[in-house]
């Protein structure tokens, strides 16, 4: 069955760097865009970044541009989420997902998410 | 504040029926389909709803879904306390290049 698998979550100090890694698996990688969405502790979801079935074409959020970078690795089965200057409000469980199509038509399968905890 | 609109929390008694509200504007649900989704405490989202109307395999068709200009709403029938939940609306936004969720909506069946 689809399943996507989340890594790399942990606390970090302000200012810090952390990359985030979900493997994936039962399904052809290369054929779907493929999503980050995170959800804040006790707040709603919130939209992170896309990237297309190549990689060629990539959507972040503005609370997260030019600070985190999302890129795949289609030889791996492996979406990245690299994340720089990292703020106490990118606190918050990070979930990988799996487009519907090859770029923006929304995530129909979710991992079960990794937790980023930035706080000095 | 969520680009897309929903009612913070909805209540509802067992076997009744009960809709969900998503508002939004002319770049995003105006322009794109809605997909919605259902999220239990600890756990990721699943997906309820997709391209507007559609389910997708294993979701019971007591749910549904519909959009009009730049509204959607997603309607729940037959209410059981498994559908107690947080539900969300998202659709993709023309205008900011970005997926955009509502703020989530909290059923309780009474």
């Known amino acids: 069955q689809v399943q996507l698998v989340e890594s790399g979550g942990g606390a970090v100090q302000p200012g810090r760097s952390l990359r985030l890694s979900c493997v994936a698996s039962?399904?052809?990688?290369?054929?779907?865009?493929m999503h980050w969405v995170r959800q804040a502790p006790g707040k709603g979801l919130e939209w992170v970044a896309v990237?297309?079935?190549?990689?060629?074409?990539?959507y972040h959020a503005d609370s997260v541009k030019g600070r985190f970078t999302i890129s795949r690795d289609n030889s791996k089965d492996t979406l990245y989420l690299q994340m720089m200057s990292l703020r106490t409000e990118d606190t918050a469980v990070y979930y990988c997902g799996k487009d519907l199509g090859t770029l923006i038509e929304g995530v129909d399968v979710w991992g079960k998410g990794t937790t980023v905890t930035v706080s000095s | 504040q969520s680009v897309l609109t929903q009612p913070p929390s909805v209540s509802e008694a067992p076997r009744q029926r009960v809709a969900i509200s998503c508002s939004g504007g002319s770049s995003n649900i105006g322009n794109n389909p809605v997909n919605w989704y259902k999220q239990l405490p600890g756990e990721p989202p699943k997906l309820l709803i997709y391209?507007?109307?559609l389910l997708p395999s294993g979701v019971s068709d007591r749910f549904s879904g519909s959009r009009s200009g730049t509204s959607a709403s997603l309607a729940i029938s037959g209410l059981q306390s498994e559908d107690e939940a947080d539900y969300y609306c998202a659709a993709w936004d023309d205008s900011l290049n970005g997926w955009m969720f509502g703020g989530g909506t909290k059923l309780t069946v009474l």
């Open positions: 990237i297309s079935y190549d990689g060629s074409t990539q």
């Open positions: 391209y507007d109307n």
């Open positions: 039962g399904f052809t990688f290369r054929s779907y865009g």
